[in-house]
């Protein structure tokens, strides 16, 4: 099985975006005074920001090993081609 960066990708974004909401709903509907929950919630989105910064960090990872395994691919495929001409030519 192929792994498809674009999808991974995707579905690393929408579970960070499902995580998030789904933590400040929920403070926002526990029982707590406002400064409390405000508090709360910015906590939730420095986690959230480190969370998607990190994700980022990976996936910036995974374009680059993606793209020198098709460089490499690209220059192998190259020399063969060379290889092929000249046996063609003679």
């Known amino acids: 099985m192929a792994f498809d960066t674009e999808e991974y990708t995707s579905n690393a974004l929408w579970f960070l975006a499902g995580a998030a909401v789904g933590a400040t709903l929920a403070l926002l509907f526990a029982p707590a005074p406002g400064r409390v929950t405000r508090r709360k ?14 994700a980022g960090e990976e996936l910036m990872e995974k374009g680059r090993e993606v793209y020198e395994k098709g460089k490499q691919l690209a220059d192998e495929a190259a020399e063969l081609i060379e290889r092929g001409k000249k046996l063609v030519e003679g």
């Open 41 to 54: 919630i910015r906590h939730v989105g420095r986690r959230g920001m480190l969370a998607a910064e990190r």
